[in-house]
């Protein structure tokens, strides 16, 4: 394993970079009403990070053996785990939405969020999912401090969904970011405490949780390389933030004004 330690020049940079991709995330908001597309999300995304003077790092991004994924950003609806297509399908009053966004500054540093919408009156299981999934994410976060590990992470992940009858998507995980899209460690959301890599000042990485509703099987939908759904076809749910782990604890690095509030467990953060 081979982790990049970032100075404190480069986490400034990284805050930077992370608080762009949270910006693209607030210019969005408003238009995700009932009756758009994914597509127009994509461009609007796109026009955004123009704007900003950054790049989507995910347009033409081709790891091994996966076509180049097409879209500015990646938008995952419903029963869509992960790395959902922008296409030209209505959303409608109900649904749910992820939207990832990854964004490269013009001094090379990387930086990756995202976030889910309630499309128009949500229901009482789809809201319920994207709550849960947002503490969730804090329930790891809450975790990260030198000397504990990713293992306390997963954990701490684990038993707030399971508990509250939610299932973790095990494929796929959280990673260490920088000037890469996608270093080590990964961060998994599930886990056992004690375990995994140790934390330490400098590190840099994503947490991302999936819950689903449903089972946590998942499977690649169609055939365009990328899509993944529920093998049940329950709804699914993810957030994300990036952050540096600190002296004393962690540092969230994709914030921006329009980021949405942690919940009342979490006490004095730093953005």
């Known amino acids: 394993m081979n982790i990049t ?9 990284m805050r930077e970079a992370g608080r762009l991709a949270s910006e693209v995330l607030d ?41 180049p994924y097409p879209g500015h950003v990646c938008t995952s609806v419903n029963h869509v785990v992960c790395h959902g297509i922008p296409n030209d399908k209505v959303l409608k009053k109900g649904d749910i939405l992820n939207v990832d966004v990854t964004v490269i500054t013009k001094d ?17 299981a789809g809201k319920r999912l994207c709550q849960l999934t947002f503490e969730a994410m804090w329930k790891g ?5 030198p000397g504990a590990t990713l293992g306390d992470v997963g954990h701490a992940i684990q038993t707030f969904a399971e508990g509250h ?7 796929y995980c959280g990673h260490g970011i920088g000037q890469k899209f996608h270093e080590d460690p990964q961060v998994l959301h599930y886990g056992k405490p004690g375990t995994g890599v140790k934390l330490q000042e400098g590190m840099v990485f994503t947490i991302e949780p999936m819950l689903n509703l449903g089972k946590r099987d998942v499977k690649e939908q169609g055939k365009d390389g990328w899509t993944i759904v529920t093998k049940d076809r329950s709804l699914s749910a993810q957030w994300e933030l ?8 962690y540092d969230i690095l994709t914030w921006s004004d329009g980021s949405p509030t ?7 953060i730093r953005t």
């Open 5 to 13: 330690y970032k100075t404190a020049d480069d986490i400034e940079r």
């Open 27 to 67: 210019y969005i908001t408003p238009f995700i009403q009932p009756g758009i597309t994914t597509l127009e999300i994509d461009r609007l995304s796109a026009e955004c990070m123009a704007r900003q003077g950054t790049k989507s790092a995910t347009v033409g991004y081709q790891p091994p053996g996966y076509p």
């Open 108 to 124: 090379g540093w990387f930086g990756d969020n995202s976030r889910m919408f309630l499309i128009g009156e949500a229901t009482i």
């Open 141 to 145: 976060i809450e975790q990260v401090k």
């Open 165 to 171: 009858h939610l299932s973790v998507v095990r494929e």
């Open 242 to 249: 990036m952050m540096a782990v600190t002296a004393t604890g």
């Open 262 to 268: 942690p919940p009342p467990f979490i006490q004095g």
